[in-house]
């Protein structure tokens, strides 16, 4: 005898007629915090600041509100906020829901 499945349909769903899959799947992922083109020129910006550091010298970035000199001190957390950056353009890119990973196990 097979057990029957019941997912519970969420309000949102009815509205939708979409009573196939369970809720979780349902949802739209979390929203990125800023666009791709935004992203792109942050990592751009922090990519001439690392650069620059780097290097020796110091670097200037300002943008209306803000204004910060980096210096050699600074590059651990320039590095910080590249990979965060590119987590967002990730999300962006491919969105933030569950990931499918098609493979076959290691053996």
């Known amino acids: 005898m097979r057990k029957k499945v019941v997912h ?20 739209p992922p ?9 992203i792109e020129a942050q990592i751009a910006a922090y990519k001439a600041a690392l650069l620059a550091v780097a290097g020796g010298k110091s ?3 300002a943008n209306g509100a803000t204004d910060r000199t980096w210096t050699s001190e600074d590059i651990a957390e320039i590095r910080k906020t590249l990979e965060w950056l590119d987590s967002e353009r990730q999300k962006v890119i491919i969105g933030a829901g569950p990931q499918i990973l098609v493979g076959r196990p290691r053996r």
Do not use: G, N, Q
């Open 30 to 38: 979390p929203m990125a915090i800023f666009t791709i083109t935004e």
């Open 8 to 27: 519970h349909v969420h309000e949102a769903h009815k509205a939708h007629d979409v009573h196939d899959f369970p809720s979780l799947f349902c949802h």
């Open 59 to 61: 670097y200037r970035m």
